[in-house]
Protein backbone atom coordinates (compact mmCIF):
# COMPACT_ATOMS: atom_id res chain seq x y z
CA UNK A 1 0.00 0.00 0.00
CA UNK A 2 0.88 3.66 -0.22
CA UNK A 3 3.59 4.89 2.81
CA UNK A 4 2.96 9.09 3.16
CA UNK A 5 5.66 9.80 5.91
CA UNK A 6 5.66 13.24 7.42
CA UNK A 7 7.94 14.31 10.58
CA UNK A 8 6.26 13.89 14.05
CA UNK A 9 6.82 17.84 14.99
CA UNK A 10 7.88 21.00 14.57
CA UNK A 11 8.60 24.16 16.79
CA UNK A 12 8.56 27.94 15.29
CA UNK A 13 9.14 30.96 16.34
CA UNK A 14 5.51 33.77 15.94
CA UNK A 15 6.16 35.56 12.64
CA UNK A 16 8.67 33.09 11.01
CA UNK A 17 7.81 30.83 7.96
CA UNK A 18 6.69 27.02 9.14
CA UNK A 19 7.49 24.44 6.40
CA UNK A 20 5.80 21.00 6.74
CA UNK A 21 6.92 18.50 4.72
CA UNK A 22 5.42 14.92 3.29
CA UNK A 23 6.92 12.51 1.10
CA UNK A 24 5.14 9.36 -0.13
CA UNK A 25 5.75 6.56 -2.55
CA UNK A 26 3.02 6.06 -4.62
CA UNK A 27 2.92 8.90 -7.55
CA UNK A 28 -1.03 7.64 -8.89
CA UNK A 29 -2.66 10.43 -7.22
CA UNK A 30 -4.64 12.93 -8.64
CA UNK A 31 -5.06 14.99 -5.51
CA UNK A 32 -2.83 16.03 -3.05
CA UNK A 33 -4.39 17.33 0.19
CA UNK A 34 -3.51 19.64 3.35
CA UNK A 35 -5.58 18.86 6.55
CA UNK A 36 -5.29 20.62 9.99
CA UNK A 37 -6.27 19.02 12.75
CA UNK A 38 -6.63 22.01 16.18
CA UNK A 39 -6.55 19.85 19.78
CA UNK A 40 -9.77 17.91 20.07
CA UNK A 41 -11.56 18.29 17.09
CA UNK A 42 -11.52 16.27 13.66
CA UNK A 43 -10.23 17.55 10.53
CA UNK A 44 -10.55 20.24 8.12
CA UNK A 45 -9.61 20.96 4.83
CA UNK A 46 -7.30 23.74 4.15
CA UNK A 47 -6.22 23.32 0.69
CA UNK A 48 -5.15 20.72 -1.98
CA UNK A 49 -3.07 20.75 -5.33
CA UNK A 50 -3.84 19.04 -8.51
CA UNK A 51 -1.23 16.54 -9.40
CA UNK A 52 -0.23 18.52 -12.93
CA UNK A 53 0.73 21.98 -11.29
CA UNK A 54 3.91 22.59 -9.10
CA UNK A 55 2.93 24.88 -6.87
CA UNK A 56 -0.02 26.57 -5.32
CA UNK A 57 -0.62 29.75 -2.87
CA UNK A 58 -3.92 30.27 -1.23
CA UNK A 59 -3.23 33.83 1.14
CA UNK A 60 -0.50 32.42 3.64
CA UNK A 61 -0.61 29.34 2.24
CA UNK A 62 1.89 27.73 -0.18
CA UNK A 63 1.67 24.03 -1.61
CA UNK A 64 4.52 23.10 -3.31
CA UNK A 65 5.13 19.43 -4.88
CA UNK A 66 7.75 17.97 -6.76
CA UNK A 67 6.53 14.50 -8.21
CA UNK A 68 9.84 13.62 -9.53
CA UNK A 69 10.95 13.20 -5.65
CA UNK A 70 7.40 12.56 -4.65
CA UNK A 71 7.89 15.43 -2.45
CA UNK A 72 4.78 17.63 -0.87
CA UNK A 73 5.44 20.63 1.24
CA UNK A 74 2.97 23.16 2.95
CA UNK A 75 4.28 26.34 3.69
CA UNK A 76 2.57 28.58 6.17
CA UNK A 77 4.01 32.43 6.49
CA UNK A 78 3.88 34.84 9.03
CA UNK A 79 3.17 31.85 11.29
CA UNK A 80 0.53 33.21 14.67
CA UNK A 81 -0.32 31.10 17.48
CA UNK A 82 -3.95 30.23 15.60
CA UNK A 83 -1.58 28.07 13.50
CA UNK A 84 -0.71 25.38 15.91
CA UNK A 85 -2.34 22.17 15.48
CA UNK A 86 -1.13 18.45 14.09
CA UNK A 87 -1.23 19.12 9.74
CA UNK A 88 -2.06 15.78 7.60
CA UNK A 89 -1.07 15.43 3.77
CA UNK A 90 -3.08 12.92 2.68
CA UNK A 91 -3.71 11.48 -1.36
CA UNK A 92 -6.24 10.33 -2.87
CA UNK A 93 -5.11 6.62 -4.27
CA UNK A 94 -6.65 3.15 -4.43
CA UNK A 95 -9.60 4.39 -6.78
CA UNK A 96 -13.10 5.98 -5.35
CA UNK A 97 -12.76 8.37 -3.06
CA UNK A 98 -10.31 6.93 -0.90
CA UNK A 99 -7.71 9.19 0.97
CA UNK A 100 -4.29 7.58 2.70
CA UNK A 101 -2.80 10.24 5.34
CA UNK A 102 0.45 10.97 6.60
CA UNK A 103 1.27 10.53 9.94
CA UNK A 104 0.73 14.05 11.03
CA UNK A 105 3.02 17.34 12.13
CA UNK A 106 2.60 18.67 15.20
CA UNK A 107 3.40 22.39 14.61
CA UNK A 108 3.70 24.36 17.93
CA UNK A 109 4.18 28.14 17.60
CA UNK A 110 6.02 29.75 20.34
CA UNK A 111 5.81 33.42 21.42
CA UNK B 1 -25.72 22.67 8.95
CA UNK B 2 -24.93 20.50 11.69
CA UNK B 3 -22.16 18.84 9.12
CA UNK B 4 -20.97 15.82 10.62
CA UNK B 5 -22.13 14.21 13.96
CA UNK B 6 -20.59 11.41 16.46
CA UNK B 7 -22.37 10.06 19.75
CA UNK B 8 -20.90 9.62 22.36
CA UNK B 9 -17.87 11.86 22.83
CA UNK B 10 -16.20 9.50 25.40
CA UNK B 11 -16.32 5.41 26.14
CA UNK B 12 -14.90 3.57 28.76
CA UNK B 13 -15.44 -0.37 27.74
CA UNK B 14 -14.16 -3.01 29.43
CA UNK B 15 -12.20 -5.85 27.44
CA UNK B 16 -15.49 -8.34 25.71
CA UNK B 17 -17.40 -5.69 26.07
CA UNK B 18 -19.45 -4.52 22.85
CA UNK B 19 -20.46 -1.17 21.59
CA UNK B 20 -21.74 0.76 18.37
CA UNK B 21 -20.62 4.04 17.40
CA UNK B 22 -23.11 6.30 15.51
CA UNK B 23 -21.97 8.86 12.69
CA UNK B 24 -24.94 11.07 10.47
CA UNK B 25 -24.34 14.19 8.42
CA UNK B 26 -26.82 16.27 6.90
CA UNK B 27 -25.12 16.92 4.00
CA UNK B 28 -26.61 14.85 1.62
CA UNK B 29 -23.38 13.05 1.10
CA UNK B 30 -23.18 9.51 -0.87
CA UNK B 31 -19.96 8.43 0.53
CA UNK B 32 -19.19 8.09 4.69
CA UNK B 33 -15.46 6.64 6.35
CA UNK B 34 -14.64 5.67 9.44
CA UNK B 35 -10.97 6.22 10.70
CA UNK B 36 -8.87 5.79 13.73
CA UNK B 37 -6.12 7.71 14.93
CA UNK B 38 -3.40 6.66 17.00
CA UNK B 39 -0.31 8.07 17.91
CA UNK B 40 2.43 8.46 15.38
CA UNK B 41 0.11 6.51 12.63
CA UNK B 42 -2.05 9.00 11.22
CA UNK B 43 -5.47 8.40 10.44
CA UNK B 44 -6.49 4.87 9.28
CA UNK B 45 -9.11 4.14 7.43
CA UNK B 46 -11.08 0.65 9.28
CA UNK B 47 -14.07 0.95 6.51
CA UNK B 48 -16.14 2.87 4.03
CA UNK B 49 -19.38 2.90 2.13
CA UNK B 50 -19.50 4.53 -1.00
CA UNK B 51 -23.02 4.89 -0.88
CA UNK B 52 -26.76 4.03 0.71
CA UNK B 53 -26.53 -0.02 0.86
CA UNK B 54 -22.92 -0.56 0.02
CA UNK B 55 -19.51 -0.85 2.33
CA UNK B 56 -15.58 -1.67 1.77
CA UNK B 57 -12.99 -2.58 4.26
CA UNK B 58 -10.48 0.07 4.68
CA UNK B 59 -6.90 -0.79 5.85
CA UNK B 60 -7.66 -1.91 9.30
CA UNK B 61 -11.29 -3.40 9.46
CA UNK B 62 -10.58 -6.62 11.74
CA UNK B 63 -12.53 -6.62 14.75
CA UNK B 64 -15.36 -4.39 13.69
CA UNK B 65 -18.22 -4.26 11.67
CA UNK B 66 -20.35 -1.31 9.80
CA UNK B 67 -23.84 -0.81 9.10
CA UNK B 68 -24.95 2.03 6.58
CA UNK B 69 -28.51 2.35 7.30
CA UNK B 70 -29.24 5.16 5.16
CA UNK B 71 -27.60 7.74 2.96
CA UNK B 72 -27.26 10.28 6.74
CA UNK B 73 -26.06 7.08 9.12
CA UNK B 74 -23.34 4.75 9.03
CA UNK B 75 -22.59 3.12 12.74
CA UNK B 76 -19.27 1.16 13.46
CA UNK B 77 -19.74 -1.70 15.83
CA UNK B 78 -16.90 -3.23 18.42
CA UNK B 79 -18.43 -7.03 18.61
CA UNK B 80 -16.04 -7.90 21.66
CA UNK B 81 -13.35 -4.78 22.45
CA UNK B 82 -10.01 -5.41 23.04
CA UNK B 83 -7.21 -3.23 24.50
CA UNK B 84 -5.34 -2.62 20.86
CA UNK B 85 -9.14 -0.87 20.09
CA UNK B 86 -8.19 1.59 22.14
CA UNK B 87 -8.13 5.28 19.94
CA UNK B 88 -9.66 7.78 18.61
CA UNK B 89 -12.92 7.42 16.38
CA UNK B 90 -13.38 9.64 13.56
CA UNK B 91 -16.39 9.67 10.78
CA UNK B 92 -16.03 12.00 7.79
CA UNK B 93 -18.32 12.11 4.92
CA UNK B 94 -18.03 13.56 1.55
CA UNK B 95 -20.17 14.35 -1.73
CA UNK B 96 -19.03 11.62 -5.16
CA UNK B 97 -18.64 14.45 -8.06
CA UNK B 98 -17.08 11.44 -9.93
CA UNK B 99 -13.36 12.18 -11.48
CA UNK B 100 -11.76 13.69 -11.73
CA UNK B 101 -12.34 16.39 -9.33
CA UNK B 102 -11.22 16.82 -6.13
CA UNK B 103 -13.10 15.52 -2.91
CA UNK B 104 -13.36 17.08 0.39
CA UNK B 105 -13.81 14.85 3.55
CA UNK B 106 -15.61 16.36 6.63
CA UNK B 107 -14.53 15.06 9.63
CA UNK B 108 -16.99 14.79 13.04
CA UNK B 109 -15.60 15.47 16.28
CA UNK B 110 -14.10 12.28 17.27
CA UNK B 111 -15.31 9.51 20.29
CA UNK B 112 -12.49 8.93 22.32
CA UNK B 113 -12.75 5.02 23.41
CA UNK B 114 -10.33 3.38 25.90
CA UNK B 115 -10.61 0.08 26.19
CA UNK B 116 -9.33 -1.26 29.25
Known amino acids: GEDVEQSLFLSVREGDSSVINCTYT??????LYWYKQEPGAGLQLLTY?????DMKQDQRLTVLLNKKDKHLSLRIADTQTGDSAIYFC???????????FGTGTQLKVEL | NAGVTQTPKFQVLKTGQSMTLQCAQD?????MYWYRQDPGMGLRLIYY???????DKGEVPNGYNVSRLNKREFSLRLESAAPSQTSVYFC???????????????FGPGTRLTVL
Open chain 2, 92 to 106: ASSEDLGQPTYNEQF
Open chain 1, 26 to 31: DSSSTY
Open chain 1, 49 to 53: IFSNM
Open chain 1, 90 to 100: ALDTGGGNKLT
Open chain 2, 27 to 31: MNHNS
Open chain 2, 49 to 55: SASEGTT
